[in-house]
Structures are given as C-alpha cells and as structure tokens.
C-alpha cells in the first residue's frame, strides 16, 4: 500500500482513539490490516536493476506520497500532535523494511517477514481497479474521521 494511505489511516486513528500508547499500538497494527487488503504499491523491485532513472521515480513517488499525506491531514485534522505520531506509526513497518534492506539484522528480518506475510493477495490475480479502490476507500474514510 502507498504511504499516503498509510498516514491518513494512522491519523484518523490518532485522531478516534485517546488513549495515547493505545493509539500508536493501533496505529502501527492498522499499517498491517491495511496490507491485508488487495492494493497497489511502488516499484520497489526497480532498485534491483541498474536503472538510476528508475529509482528516482520511485524515491519521487515516496517523497510525494509522504508530502501530500502530510498536507492532507494538515488541511482536513484538527493537527493535534498524536495525530501525526500515529501517521508516522503507520507508515514504520515499511520504514523499518527499507532499513533492513540497507543494514540487515535479524530483528528486522523479523519484521520484514512478517510484513511480507501479510501480503498475501498481492501475488493473487485481482484487478487494478479493486486494488486502487481499497486505497481509495481507505484515504475518504480517514478523511472523513478526520474531519469529524
């Protein structure tokens, strides 16, 4: 799942729960509930190969994922500050993926099994259509919780 999702999920959960240490829990559990759903993600197999254009499109898409999620929770929450703890929660397992792929350790190759578990139906054959309407389903709900 793109980052964008993952932040305006974690923030409307930052936003919908008060228990603090609750929230973030949540919020980084709803990273992998989100990853049960078929979605479409970045290119990341594109760093394998020795295309540096390629891998700048793919840090661009991440980059910009992260800033419009950011400035849509700005525009639409109340900018409480456990709101944007939880975005970050959300969006830690890829994080703590991309840094086992630059320092590997056992820890988190834990994680990144795990979370590659999870993923499960990105191998099945389901349409784009369904995969981008997970995503998009997901940004208008938070969206509206976040405006409530």
């Known amino acids: 799942m793109i980052l964008l999702v993952h932040l305006l999920f974690g923030a409307a959960i930052g936003y ?3 228990n603090v240490w609750l929230a973030i829990i949540l919020a980084l559990l709803g990273h992998f509930f989100l990853d049960l759903f078929p979605h479409i993600e970045y290119d ?3 760093f394998n190969e020795n295309q540096l254009r390629k891998k700048i499109i793919v840090v661009l ?3 910009a994922d992260i800033c419009v999620g950011l400035l849509l929770i700005l525009i639409f ?3 409480y500050p456990i709101i944007y703890i939880c975005a970050l929660a959300s969006a830690l397992p890829d994080g703590l993926t991309l840094l086992n792929w630059l320092v590997p350790n056992k820890a988190l190759e834990a994680v990144y099994n795990f ?3 999870i993923h499960f139906l990105k191998y ?3 349409s784009k259509f369904w995969r981008i309407s997970t995503q998009v389903a997901t940004i208008i709900i938070s969206i509206i919780i ?3």
């Open 146 to 148: 976040l405006k409530i």
């Open 61 to 63: 898409k991440v980059v």
């Open 16 to 18: 919908s729960i008060k």
């Open 124 to 126: 099945k054959k389901i």
């Open 77 to 79: 929450s109340k900018n």
């Open 115 to 117: 979370h590659k578990k």
């Open 44 to 46: 990341i197999e594109s």
